[in-house]
């Protein structure tokens, strides 16, 4: 089982529709919890990040952690073709072989915003 | 405030050349990383720098070699390329405040290898 699943999609829907995405993940060590978006030839941008369960608002996104089903999603409300990109979730537990935290990401879901 | 910075933006190789992508931020952030993006792959860690002076190999680090320059600089070297490494790096470093887990990414270096 992969520590983290994501489904890559690709996803279109129709301008000022709500998206949903999501992520589940096996290792209960993962503590931090984030959302990346990443645009055709860019490089990944950091887009909500949240250590707790329950949710997180930031204008139209919410982002949302269920530690106790390893679930966590990212709602996008009133969508825009702006919104096309690529979105990646990414985990965070301290390992302590390395030392130091490390990121484990998801492989991403294209989404495609129709006007 | 320039945040994570890479030199070239693409490159073209031959199998056997050698080349080295440059990576800088200006954030003052201790932890810096190395990943490749491949298609079906996903982000794929190949070295990281948990402060200056240290370097630890990643998930897929064979072929490659990391220099941490100083605190600013983290550059990846192919000492002999391979067709295999044809892929789109990335350079990250990590918070040391605020959100301490994230990491920011630069844009990236195409590299083809022939």
């Known amino acids: 089982q992969k520590e983290v699943e994501q489904d890559p999609g690709p996803l279109s829907v129709p301008e000022g529709a709500i998206v949903s995405l999501n992520c589940t993940y096996s290792n209960s060590a993962f503590q931090y919890f984030m959302w990346y978006r990443q645009y055709s030839r860019k490089g990944p941008e950091l887009l909500m990040y949240?250590?707790?369960?329950g949710n997180k608002e930031d204008g139209r996104f919410t982002a949302q952690v269920d530690k106790s089903s390893k679930y966590i999603s990212l709602f996008i409300r009133d969508s825009q073709p702006s919104d096309s990109a690529t979105y990646l979730c990414a985990m965070s537990g301290y390992n302590s072989g390395a030392g130091s935290y490390q990121l484990t990401f998801g492989k991403g879901t294209k989404l495609s915003v129709i006007p | 405030n320039a945040g994570v910075t890479q030199t070239p933006k693409f490159q073209v190789l031959k199998t056997g050349q050698s080349m080295t992508l440059q990576c800088a931020q200006d954030?003052?952030?201790?932890?810096m990383y190395w990943y490749r993006q491949d298609p079906g792959m996903g982000l794929r860690l190949i070295y990281y720098?948990?402060?200056?002076?240290?370097?630890d190999k990643g998930e897929v680090p064979n072929g490659y070699n990391v220099s941490r320059l100083n605190k600013r600089e983290f550059s990846l070297r192919l000492e002999s390329a391979a067709p295999s490494q044809t892929s789109v790096y990335f350079c990250?470093?990590?918070?040391?405040?605020?959100?301490?887990?994230?990491?920011?990414f630069g844009p990236g270096t195409r590299l083809t290898v022939l």
């Open positions: 720098s948990a402060s200056e002076g240290t370097t």
């Open positions: 990250a470093s990590r918070s040391t405040s605020g959100a301490l887990w994230a990491q920011y």
């Open positions: 954030m003052n952030h201790n932890s």
């Open positions: 949240t250590y707790s369960s």
